[in-house]
C-alpha cells in the first residue's frame, strides 16, 4: 500500500527524490525532496533557515524501546528510530553535524492520525504527537507548523531547498471484518 500511495513519485529524475519508511530518517544540504506517509506515524520536518539544510524522520512510538526490543534501522548510537525519542535526537543531531546552527532550526509536524479509530486503544497516534510537540518545546526549537491528529493518512513532501512542506490528506481508512466462510483457497 505504501509504494502505491507514492506512485508517479520517480517522474522527474531532475531532484533528488527519497521515500522515508516508517523507522527512517534523511538530512540533506543539498536540494531534495523528502516523502513519506503516515497514519498513526508522526513525521518531524526539520529546516536551517540559515543554511537551507533539512531532514525529515518517520517514527512509530513515543519514547523509547524496553532493552530487549530487536530493530532495523539505528540512529548513529546504534539506537532504533522507530521510537520518537531516538528519532527526533538523531535528526537534530545530524543537522547539527552539518553545521546547522539550533537557533536557526524550524519545524514542521505532521502525522499522529487516528486513522483506525475505536480499534486504536492505545490511541498511539495521539501519544506520539504529545511526544514531538514535547520534544520540540524542550530543545527550544520553533515549531513553524503543525498537522497533527485526525482521523486521515496524510501524504508529506518536504523540500529541503525551501523548507515548504506540502501535505495531502488521504480518505479515513474503513476497516471490516472478513468473513472467512467466504474465502477461496
Not at 523507522?23 to 518531524?44: D, M, N, P, R
Request: charged share 25%.
Amino acid at each position: 500500500m505504501f509504494a502505491e500511495q507514492l506512485k508517479g513519485l520517480l517522474d522527474t529524475p531532475s531532484v533528488n527524490r527519497v521515500i522515508l519508511m516508517p523507522g527512517q530518517l534523511y538530512v540533506s544540504k543539498h536540494t531534495a525532496e523528502i516523502w513519506t506517509l503516515l497514519g498513526s506515524c508522526v513525521a518531524a520536518c526539520i529546516w536551517d533557515t540559515v543554511t537551507h539544510a533539512g531532514g525529515m524522520n518517520h517514527f512509530m512510538l513515543p519514547g523509547e524501546p524496553s532493552p530487549q526490543s530487536k530493530h532495523d534501522e539505528r540512529d548513529l548510537h546504534g539506537r532504533p528510530l522507530r521510537y520518537g525519542k531516538y528519532a527526533m535526537e538523531d535528526l537534530v543531531g545530524r543537522l547539527l553535524l552539518m553545521g546547522c546552527q539550533r537557533q536557526n532550526l524550524v519545524a514542521k509536524v505532521f502525522g499522529g492520525g487516528n486513522i483506525f479509530g475505536s480499534v486504536d486503544q492505545q490511541n498511539v497516534g495521539r501519544r506520539n504527537s504529545e511526544y514531538v510537540l514535547c520534544f520540540l518545546k524542550e530543545e527550544k526549537i520553533r515549531l513553524a507548523g503543525v498537522d497533527l491528529n485526525g482521523e486521515n493518512t496524510r501524504r508529506i513532501r518536504f523540500y529541503t531547498e525551501t523548507g515548504v512542506v506540502r501535505v495531502e490528506k488521504i480518505g479515513k481508512i474503513e476497516s471490516a471484518p472478513v468473513d472467512w466462510k467466504n474465502v477461496v483457497n
